[in-house]
């Protein structure tokens, strides 16, 4: 009996040795796994009001031994915890995962502090088998939603949109005749567009009290790319002088989107235009007899847009529901009525622009004196981020590309281009 239990000790030893001699060779292949690390943010600029992003810390693969912690510095203008903030402080990658995502969450107030940058960088100070692979850092940028209080902050906006079609009665097809022409084809590199500048929808009543001229058939054609791309810089629909040089693009109501008005400040102890100063043409303080579709003619006969046409959008049916191209820019980029994709779902895109609270700074003889009020275009000012929409009322949809939107609030149509315009949208 002892002989039989002296083996069968034996074995038992020779069993956990055989057992610890695998587990220790388990051990080795761990150890000796490495991974690559990469960061990685989403978006760039954020809003004060609501603005939020991403961070992932990602493995080359899935991590196979226990958590792997890192380090996570934050530095840059802004203050974690005042600023921003982030949904965890768990800086570890747990077995089995192969990345960590953090979210980052705008903290908005009512300081005026400018913007603020945010730099997040990723270090791995206790795991030798860890290397970073690429950047270390992902930079932030907060967009200020906040202005110095001045005698101009609670300043009314003059510049008003109408939204309400029921005042447009009059049918220009009727009235002269013909019908509304508007077709589109490809020519090489080229998309062509046909129109004679009459709308297939109703309008005010033309000559009026504000604006004298009678709508008339304007037959062009335009050519604009067919595969637009941006350039470097964006282009100004005036000149240097503040003259208009182009009309933004054309509906396909065969109306042109003209949003500039060529009226300007006029000095009053001489009677010249000061051209650095244009009048916006659906000021409650101008008056240029703009119709419901916010329309009027030029002394050409030519009918046209100078923010949203509110019968033509009436008559097109067009909801919060859908994403609706109604026309193209004269860069070849389309048109789209203020919906577009943001975040997965349809909304209502925003502009970036607001108006200014510091005053004018002119003489009121020469140059005009006062707040800001929306009477002038130069009352406004464009600040990134503030809105959905760059300088010139673009957004880069997920699903669309590139595109312009026609927003119902300042500046409604864009006023500058971010592609090449076409000579045949100059303003003749």
Partial sequence: MKTHLLICLTCIVSLALISCGEDDTVSDMIEDISYTATLSGTGTSLPENGGSASITISLSEANQGDAIDFQLSFAGTATLD????????????????QSATFAIDIQDDTVVEGDEDIVISLSFPNAA???????????????????????????????????????????????????????????????????????NHNIGMFPNSGNPNTISVQNKTFEIALNP?????????????????????????SVVLAPIAAEFFTNTSNGQDNTD???????????????????????SGRYHHHATPSAYIADRGITSGSTTQIGWAADGFPIYYKYGNKGGSIEELASSYRLK???????????PSGCPDGTYTQDYEYVAGLGDLDECNGYEDPTLGYIYVITDTYPSIPRCFSGTPSDDFQNR
């Fill in 82 to 97: 005042q600023d921003y903030s982030l949904s965890s402080q768990n800086f570890s990658i747990p077995a089995g995962s």
């Fill in 129 to 199: 088998d860890v290397t970073l692979s690429g950047s270390a850092s992902v930079n932030f940028t907060i967009t200020d939603d906040d202005v110095e209080s001045s005698a101009c902050s609670g300043t009314q906006d003059s510049y008003q949109i109408d939204l309400d079609a029921s005042g447009c009665k009059e049918s220009a097809e009727d009235n002269l005749g013909v019908m509304s022409e508007y077709t589109v084809s490809t020519s090489g590199n080229m998309r062509i567009i046909t129109s004679n500048s009459i709308p």
């Fill in 229 to 253: 791309s941006k350039s470097s810089s964006t282009t100004s629909l005036t000149t240097s002088n503040g003259q208009p040089r182009y009309w933004f693009g054309i509906l396909d109501n």
């Fill in 277 to 299: 100063w244009n009048e916006n043409a659906l000021s409650s303080n101008i008056r240029l007899g703009t119709d419901c579709n916010n329309s009027h003619v030029f002394p």
């Fill in 357 to 367: 609270t510091t005053e004018r700074g002119g003489d009121g003889v020469s140059a």
